[in-house]
């Protein structure tokens, strides 16, 4: 009985349940440097080639954003990548009392980083896509508004359709009236341009 509790007493947990590894894997399925703890952000500075960043918050905020999540975060841990960092004789020593070296939990890094990889490079393409595309709308709002179409109905000539003013002339007056560009004969806007239905309005509603 008690040599039965010897031997399960000297098994040693796998790799990837020791907490610095389980805390990295969940920083690359969240793709979210946010999750490091203090273990991790040690190990990551002194065995993994990565700098202080001043502290935790720093290096948090250096890799937060996604082009650095995936262009150099990631990179440290991936074996065809220019910022590999790979594993030096002063790995091989035990890292605290796991049972297993700091080279062994270096490889257990690069094994998620290597499952992941394809994936992380694909959400940060959409993530910087998406940060682009609302810069440009906000831009776009800023220095050239969407044009607003009126939506005309002729009596005359039956034709429903819609108007756009690409630009208005120095000699522009609102006279309350449109010629219909199909038939000719004029349209009243009544109550002028305020009461007119745009196009926008009308397809909301």
């Given at each position: 009985m008690e040599q039965?509790?010897?031997?399960?007493?000297?098994?040693?947990?796998?790799?990837t349940d020791l907490p610095v590894v389980r805390n990295f894997k969940k920083v690359i399925g969240a793709r979210d440097i946010i999750h490091m703890n203090?273990?991790?952000?040690?190990?990551?500075?002194?065995?993994?080639?990565?700098?202080?960043?001043f502290d935790i918050n720093g290096f948090k905020a250096a890799y937060s954003d996604p082009g650095n999540?995936?262009?150099?975060?990631?990179?440290?841990f991936d074996r065809d990548h220019r910022y590999f960092s790979g594993i030096y004789r002063c790995h091989?020593?035990?890292?605290?009392?796991?049972g297993y070296t700091k080279a062994e939990i270096k490889e257990a890094f690069f094994r998620i980083?290597?499952?992941?990889?394809?994936?992380?490079?694909?959400w940060a393409r959409l993530k910087q896509k998406a940060a682009r595309q609302a810069v440009y709308l906000g831009l776009k709002q800023e220095?050239?508004?969407?044009?607003?179409?009126?939506?005309?109905?002729?009596?005359?000539?039956?034709?429903?359709?819609?108007?756009?003013?690409?630009?208005e002339g120095r000699a522009y007056s609102d006279f309350r009236i449109?010629?219909?560009?199909?038939?000719?004969?004029?349209?009243?806007?009544?109550?002028?341009?305020?009461d007119v239905e745009y196009a926008g309005q009308r397809k909301a509603g």
């Open positions: 039965s509790i010897s031997k399960n007493s000297d098994k040693k947990a796998a790799v203090h273990e991790l952000y040690r190990f990551l500075n002194l065995h993994c080639g990565f700098i202080a960043h999540f995936e262009g150099v975060f990631i990179r440290h091989e020593e035990p890292y605290k009392d796991t980083v290597d499952a992941e990889k394809g994936a992380i490079e694909r220095f050239a508004p969407e044009e607003r179409g009126i939506a005309l109905n002729c009596d005359a000539c039956g034709t429903v359709y819609e108007l756009k003013v690409k630009l449109i010629c219909c560009v199909f038939c000719g004969r004029q349209i009243k806007l009544q109550g002028g341009e305020a």
